[in-house]
């Protein structure tokens, strides 16, 4: 339903308002990106940009608004920094909590991973994990709030799955304390599977200590060509 209005409606640039593509040509040239190497759990991933006004006019129009024409334009970005050890990973989306599921009436992050499967077409992507609890919205929680609402949160769905190999990459829109991600990384752990590294748009704010060990934070500031 969103992608057929996103086609037949006329669209606003999320960032400059122009009329004709959700993220135009300008706005995506000048886009800042900014890749960060971040470290949790002892499970090495990356950031490509910073959670400036920009990027979180992309992440809420896709996710508040259902512009989901815009992951194309996220994974376009991706791809430039896409490590070559992982051209053949499997992407694992990380899920919403229900209530977000229910309320949008689609996952961003299943339709992030699917936008970079077809821009990299090594990539496969694999629905991992399932939301398995009740949890508040983690924007305006503490860090050790943001902890605590976590816990549990997943359950792993590894029926008829066989990795063959492959890397397994968990992807996110936005990695802020790094609640999340542990989680989905410790969920797929108990399940017997190692996590290879992980994926989020941008990155807002500083992790905390007591979230992860040993951050490695390598930042390539750049313009889309």
Partial sequence: MFNLLN??????????????????RSCSKNFQLNFRQIELSEVSGFAISDYSPDAASIINNLKEKGITSLTPSIATFAKAFWPEELKDAILVPIPSSPSNSKKRGFSHTSL?????????????????????????????????????????AFRADLRRFHPIGRPLVLVDDVLTSGATMTEAITCLRASGLEVASFFVFARAGELKPSVYKGERDTSTQSKME
């Fill in 112 to 152: 992030i991973a699917k936008a970079l499967a077809r821009q990299l077409p090594g990539l496969r992507t694999r629905e991992l994990l399932r939301s398995r609890a009740k949890r508040l919205d983690q924007v305006g929680l503490s860090p050790g709030q943001r902890i605590e609402n976590m816990q549990g």
């Fill in 7 to 24: 086609v037949l409606l006329p669209t606003l640039c999320v960032i400059c308002s122009k009329l004709g593509a959700p993220l135009c």
